[in-house]
């Protein structure tokens, strides 16, 4: 049975096997050490950067869930409003975030890097949404 994202909380709430319920975490990303990870998320909001340190810790779902407004926030173009405090499945990252196509590739640069997942620019044309790119992400993982 794979994870799912559907009741995981915004609020700031080789291949390693993870506890029941979790996802796998790529051997790449278990490797870095926590200060490597703060060192690659300078900038990023504090709640981002802690659920990434307790997804490497627990392969918890809902911690990469946790993670994707500090993600989008960062990634906004200049002169973007910000976000709001909590997002919604059916938010549109474009539209009602203000993400470009530059920003969602940077985005998907960045989530590569960090999570030692290989994500192709071809394959984040269609996200549209936060359900979306959860959805993506948790496929990346499951698969890694």
């Known amino acids: 049975m794979k994870p799912s994202f559907e009741d995981a909380p ?3 709430t080789g291949v390693i096997d993870a ?3 979790s996802l796998r975490i790529p051997e790449k990303f278990a490797d870095r050490t926590s200060e490597e990870i ?3 998320l300078c900038g990023f909001p504090k709640a981002c950067v802690d659920a990434v340190l307790r997804f490497q810790r627990t392969g918890a779902p809902e911690a990469i869930a946790a993670m994707l407004p500090g993600m989008v926030e960062f990634h906004l173009p200049s002169g973007a409003e ?3 405090a909590e997002l919604n499945d059916d938010d549109r990252l474009k539209q009602d975030l203000g ?4 920003s ?3 985005m998907a640069f960045k989530l590569d890097e960090l999570l030692g997942v290989r994500i192709e620019i071809r ?4 996200i549209e949404t936060v359900g979306d790119l959860k ?5 990346k993982l499951d698969h890694a």
């Open 38 to 40: 703060r060192g690659d």
């Open 104 to 106: 969602l590739t940077e």
């Open 19 to 21: 506890p029941a319920g």
């Open 123 to 126: 394959e984040v044309v269609g």
């Open 82 to 84: 910000r976000i709001p």
């Open 10 to 12: 915004f609020a700031n």
């Open 135 to 139: 959805s993506f992400l948790l496929e």
């Open 99 to 102: 993400l470009d196509s530059l």
